[in-house]
């Protein structure tokens, strides 16, 4: 009786191995391919559907949506959709640990909880956000909390992050808002502050001399303000002009890295001899069956990708005032390098219990193959086809299982390479901009051009993000 139900039950069991979740990087074509056209609300729209939609890829389209919209200038629209993504951050917590215990299961078909990177950069594009909106008080909570999640991050994960220089500076900008708008001199004390550490991160970043300068100024410090005046004349740098006024670029240079696969499975040294390790670990009827899992582990893909950069042909932007050449951009955070650096980390940390993870799947399921096809060549009812039907069932069941050993390359496509901050002091009236986009060459890539008002003791926002 209970042979009536192996062939039936070990086919079904091929099946249910071998049906693989949708694939994001499908999903998210059309979209990606609007957004790499410049058409960046058309490719947000296309995605709302999927943003409403509870399923495992939802965070990932959340992000994804939250930034086009950010990139159409739709901000109000982007904050409600990037709240959305970090609301469901705060829902799915994730480990170093948790991610390694995934490779047991097909890791594609689970919820996507993003990766550190992505998670923090949800509370830094909200953070600015709110900045383009004028909403000072609200861009200084989440960039507090995007360096609140980087030191959280140090202490409880061993990363070898270092402080966002610029969710940092863009702190010390939200401060002044509001310490501009309710004449709260705290708050310009605390962006004073802000300023200060960024100076003893980053000496040599010209932008936050006038920063120190202007603040220590408004604040009445005369003994400051003449020591930060000295040190940008020193350095040749311009001086803030009389009821000068304010132009901050925030310019989102190129494409940032993508998952791909690191390849064979055996190809990787370090996989490779965690995988020996835990095979010759292996006992009783696993350890019989050791050269067949071997066989099969040579023909399995990696299951942990890594980040491919895309990265950008800019290297900064020139900012031409009326013909006269004014300043730059300065990178303050390099996004693809931190996502290579932090998913090499995590390899390094994971690849031994995922390793025995991996020998523990396929052993559990060629010793299972190797059981269905003896009980099947044991039916008298199949007669000579006993044996054809067993050998394809059990390696169906172990081809099916390795089909499934694979990376979960989803991420956050939409992402730049890099975040850069241009930030000059302009003469009240009417200016014409020429952003010049320069590579490591020095040659001009593609140019910019913008006309600005610029009002005393005001601040005008620019948001520049480019593809290439």
Known sequence: MKRRFIIPFAVMAVFFISACASDYNTLIRESENRFNKGEFLEAARTLLPQ??????????????????LHAGGEFEKSTTVLSGAAKLIEEMPVRVTQQAAALLLNERSTNYRGEDHERVL???YLGLNRLMMKDGDGARVDFKKTNDMLRELVQTGGRAYKQNV???????????????ADKDEHD???????????RSLRGNLPLVYFDLQRVARDMD????????????????????????????????????AVKVSRGPLMSDQTMANGIR?????????QALAASAIMVSLNK?????????????????????????KYGRSYMLENIESTAVKNLEEDYRRIVGQAAAGIVTKVAVSVVAGIATKKALQQNDRLGPWAGLIGTVVGAGTGAALIS???????????????????????PPGEHVLTINLIDRSGGVVNTVERTVKIESGKRNFFNLRTLF
């Open 51 to 68: 943003v409403n939609t509870a399923d495992k890829n939802q965070l990932l389209f959340m992000m994804e949506a939250g930034l086009m």
């Open 166 to 180: 610029m969710a940092k500076y863009l702190t010390g900008i939200a401060f002044e808002i509001s310490a501009d």
């Open 122 to 124: 949800v509370h830094m």
């Open 221 to 256: 410090d005369a003994e400051d303000f003449r020591r930060w005046v000295a040190i940008a004349r020193t350095n040749h740098l311009r001086s803030i002009p009389k009821d000068g006024g304010e132009f901050v670029l925030v310019f989102q240079s190129g494409q940032g």
């Open 300 to 324: 399995a893909e990696n299951p942990i990708p890594k980040f491919q950069k895309r990265g950008s042909r800019v290297h900064h932007c020139e900012i031409i005032v009326n013909g006269q």
């Open 188 to 198: 310009r004390e605390f962006a004073y502050i802000e300023y200060k550490q960024i």
């Open 277 to 285: 390790i835990a095979v010759n670990g292996l006992r009783g009827q």
């Open 404 to 426: 499934q050993i694979k990376p979960d390359l989803r991420c956050w496509h939409s992402l730049p390479a890099n975040l850069q901050l241009g930030r000059m002091y302009l």
